[in-house]
């Protein structure tokens, strides 16, 4: 649906043919370009049309006019800017021997309540000792989900009393706190609305009474412009010190991050990556910035091959492969490190330099179904099968079928995939490591490409779904 | 407070979107720039500035007036209620979405709705994953005098469903709503439960769900295309309601939607209460939209 950046300067500069240098209008071009895939990505118009000023002072500088490859150069440009302008993380602020209060809050929906387990979760596995609260009397259950979370995740939680108003519950909170020599109290606040003036003074009675040691505004990912409005709101009436970016495991592209950066000027400090409790990382501004011009989360991808990836079948595997000797073994082993990784078609738009090929990655036929029925087609088959895929003739073919619960197309077609992905293999071996990384490095051709092909849980990715991308 | 009243008390708090009137450089890229910080996207906002442009009868029309127009002609299409076919019972109403965008809260509203027309109403707590969110229901079934549906925690939600809609067909119940567990649409593995959700309720009823309901956060930016087009896409979305709109944010990505997509925006929430929940008109959106007269 969008077009990337990256896309967007090469057809500024293809158009401007080899000139080789950065010409006026070719900046002027590229600042349009980089406005309109800023907007796309939902950084909000006043941010934008500062950073396009930032951005026009260091285009127009010697060092492009000088650069070889002017659209590269100006991507890098644009990243960089991106990444200074996010800002660093920083660790939270906690002081030792007393009761730390975090105070979350937000707009409803926004994810404070599951974010707030999952900073409690991750305090507790730091050493600290930690207690929650939630001071939402307002949705229904709000509490009882507190609760819930503790009591699934070994979470102290302050208990309930019906019909407590948030300003007792907090004191009653802080007392606990005191009483059992708690690290860190996090306080979990009702989603408001940034210009209900009677929730916002709800909330800064709570900060006054609580004197917090963080108070953190928690945000979805997906929001659109008014996140600037929402952030320096709460920034006025409450103060804040941190941002908590949630939902960055969608598919948005995470300019509010931008916007609420620059509008509350306080760190990001942590994304939350999915539903579960540990789902919460350190922010970095790199992978934000990535996502921000859809040049695919390095980070992201490596991180999670790191996490899910057994690693000793992973190099077993590749170590099978780089000695040229693949078989239908193999083949299993690699769909299933790829199944775990989740899905298929999200996982490779996280490649670098696919991104632009994500059309083609929808339209093709890869997802986690199709690699489910190659893998029913594979255990159909006896071990003597498995080791020499030659032997697979017509009446086997038809008996593998009626196993899988497929057609005989169906195997014809798992077959294919073997013989290419073996043909591949063979060729690798033939480049050695070398020139497997220049390959590699041909096919993504964008900054982090390097950094991902050193690491070795990426042996464990299908070269041939990788490499369909391409086409 | 009426829910206009509302929207515009929301967004009086921000500087007053747009002010210009005659047609001229600065005043279109005001307008241009009033869209896309409502959220309009720029595909749809430099759509709406070629219509204005070629639309314009005369000099001396105001632009305020002309944009108006062209904004309201887009969304008249699309603002149709959800009306419930007295011939299916119960008519079933399945409502989706990704997380934090308001689906129980909307549910306890249209229950409250329907109800009021002296409907016999059941739901179902067909979000079995989030904690908390079976007793959200309940707590709103109780409130509206509904009958709620519910599993074990982690329980199958399409059973569940299944089991539900068995039990309101017996009861003679007018509407059945059914809530799901908040579900990023990138996320392949929970879209095809939701995808066994409605094959488990056509299996019971061939002929539902007789609706399914898209529950979008007025907040959302861009992504709410890629939301609707993939929920579109694995469950037939039949139509939008708009949540959230009683803050700052103008949830102007509708005009966006209204372009794509030919769906119908069945309703819109503009607070937390009960009845805050109303049929949607383009000339009061777009009146928002454009900051008030």
Known sequence: ?471 | MSWLDKLKSGLKKTAGLFTARTFDAASVEELEEALIRADVGLTATRRIMQDIQSKKSRESDEIRAAVGRVLVEKMQPVARPLTIDAARKPYVILVVGVNGVGKTTTIGKLARQYRDQGLKVSLVAGDTFRAGAVEQLQLWGDKTGCRVHAGKPGADAAGLVFDALAASRKAGDDVLLIDTAGRLHNRADLMDELKKIVRVIQKADASAPHAVELVLDATTGQNALTQVKIFQEMVGVTGLIMTKLDGTAKGGILVALADAYPLPIHAVGVGEQADDLHAFTAAEYVDSLLGGA
């Not at chain 1, 409005?229 to 908590?244: K, V």
């Not at chain 1, 490591?433 to 464990?460: H, I, R, T, V, Y």
């Open chain 1, 1 to 471: 649906m969008f077009n990337t950046l990256a896309q967007k300067l090469s057809a500024v500069f293809d158009k401007l043919a080899n000139r080789g240098i950065l010409t006026e209008s070719a900046v002027d071009e590229s600042l349009r370009a980089i406005k309109v895939a800023l907007l796309e990505a939902d950084v909000a118009l006043p941010v934008v049309k500062t950073f396009i000023q930032n951005m026009r002072d260091q285009v127009v500088g010697e060092k492009v006019v000088k650069a070889v490859s002017p659209s590269q150069m100006v991507v890098k440009l644009v990243h960089d800017e991106l990444v200074k302008t996010l800002g660093d993380s920083r660790a939270l602020n906690l002081a030792p021997r007393r009761q730390n209060v975090i105070l979350m809050l937000g707009l409803q929906g926004s994810g404070k309540t599951t974010t707030s387990a999952k900073l409690a979760l991750r305090l507790q596995k730091s050493g600290a000792k930690v207690l929650l609260a939630s001071l939402d009397t307002y949705r229904p259950a709000a509490q009882q989900q507190l609760a819930e979370l503790g009591a699934q995740n070994g979470l102290a939680v302050l208990p309930i009393v019906k019909g407590e108003k948030p300003l007792d519950i907090a004191r009653r909170a802080l007392d606990e706190a005191k009483l059992t020599a708690a690290d860190a109290l996090i306080l979990d606040t009702a989603g408001r609305l940034h210009i209900d003036a009677e929730m916002m003074a709800e909330l800064a009675e709570i900060k006054r009474l609580s004197d917090p040691a963080e108070s953190l505004l928690v945000a979805d990912a997906m929001m659109g412009q008014d996140a600037v409005t929402t952030a320096r709101t709460f920034a006025d009436a409450i103060g804040l010190t941190g941002i908590i970016l949630t939902r960055v495991d969608g598919d948005a592209r995470g300019g509010a991050a931008l916007s609420m950066r620059a509008q509350a000027g306080v760190p990001l400090l942590f994304l939350g990556v999915g539903e579960k409790a540990d789902a919460l990382e350190a922010f970095d501004a790199k992978r934000i910035a990535g996502r921000i011009l859809g040049m695919g989360d390095v980070v992201g991808l490596v991180e999670t091959a790191i996490e899910k990836v057994n690693q000793d079948e992973a190099r077993k595997t590749a170590e099978r492969m780089m000695s040229g000797r693949f078989d239908l073994n193999d083949l299993l082993s690699q769909m299933r490190q790829i199944n775990k990784l989740g899905d298929v078609k999200g996982l490779m738009k996280m490649i670098p330099g696919i991104a632009k090929f994500s059309d083609q990655i929808d339209k093709a036929d890869i997802s986690n179904k199709t690699l489910r029925r190659q893998e029913a087609v594979i255990l159909s088959m006896t071990p003597r099968e498995r080791r020499n895929p030659d032997i697979i003739k017509a009446s086997r073919k038809l008996r593998i079928a009626a196993g899988a619960g497929v057609s005989v197309n169906d195997v014809n077609r798992l077959l294919k995939h073997y013989e290419q992905t073996a043909a591949m293999m063979k060729q690798f071996k033939k480049m050695g490591p070398a020139g497997m990384m220049s390959l590699m490095k041909k096919m993504g051709g964008m900054p982090g490409m390097d950094s991902l092909m050193n690491n070795d849980a990426l042996a464990s990715l299908n070269p041939e779904l990788t490499l369909k991308g391409k086409k």
